[in-house]
T-cell receptor, first 116, second 113 residues
């Protein structure tokens, strides 16, 4: 089993809908999870991170972490065509005092298309 | 400059040749990373450096070497390129306790024939 797995999609949603991107992981150790967005031909950019069970909201984006089921998801509300990109899920070990180590393990990415 | 720069933008290289990909950041970040991105495989860590003078191996280090002589520069060298090293290479940096929060350069597209 890969350490981080994503459905490569493509996932297609209509404009204004909620896009739900999912990621499962192995290893139950203390970890932080990151969602990166990558437009075609561009470099990845961080959207948000989460390390505690539950939801974390930032604008139209909500990250959800369920440690018992070993999955993390990203919800995008009111999806826009500009949200069309590849979304990368990544994890890293979490150290004492809230630190996260830099050795990221990425999933293969999910391609999201938001159509008008 | 602002952020991370990489050079060259793209390169076609004959197998067996030596190649150095350059990466420079002006954010004074302590940690730097090299990833390769291949279709269907996502980003994979090649090498990393937590601070100047130190380096470590990532998930796919074979065939690559790095050095970190100062804070700003983190070159990646392919000693003898092979076709399986055809990929897009990204350099990234991070700082502080949240090292998973990384800033990526624009990438280098390398083709080895």
């Amino acid at each position: 089993q890969k350490e981080v797995e994503q459905n490569s999609g493509p996932l297609s949603v209509p404009e204004g809908a909620i896009a739900s991107l999912n990621c499962t992981y192995s290893d139950r150790g203390s970890q932080s999870f990151f969602w990166y967005r990558q437009y075609s031909g561009k470099s990845p950019e961080l959207i948000m991170f989460i390390y505690s069970n539950g939801d974390k909201e930032d604008g139209r984006f909500t990250a959800q972490l369920n440690k018992a089921s070993q999955y993390v998801s990203l919800l995008i509300r009111d999806s826009q065509p500009s949200d069309s990109a590849t979304y990368l899920c990544a994890k890293s070990l979490r150290g004492a005092g809230g630190t996260s180590y830099g050795k990221l393990t990425f999933g293969q990415g999910t391609i999201l298309t938001v159509h008008p | 400059i602002a952020g991370i720069t990489q050079a060259p933008t793209s390169q076609i290289l004959a197998a067996g040749r030596r190649m150095t990909l350059r990466c420079t950041q002006d954010m004074r970040h302590n940690a730097m990373y090299w990833y390769r991105q291949d279709l269907g495989l996502g980003l994979r860590l090649i090498h990393y450096s937590n601070t100047a003078g130190t380096t470590g191996k990532g998930e796919v280090p074979d065939g690559y070497s790095v050095s970190r002589a100062n804070t700003d520069d983190f070159p990646l060298t392919l000693a003898s390129a092979v076709p399986s090293q055809t990929s897009v290479y990204f350099c990234a940096s991070s700082d502080g306790p949240a090292r998973g929060t990384q800033y990526f350069g624009p990438g280098t597209r390398l083709t080895v024939l």
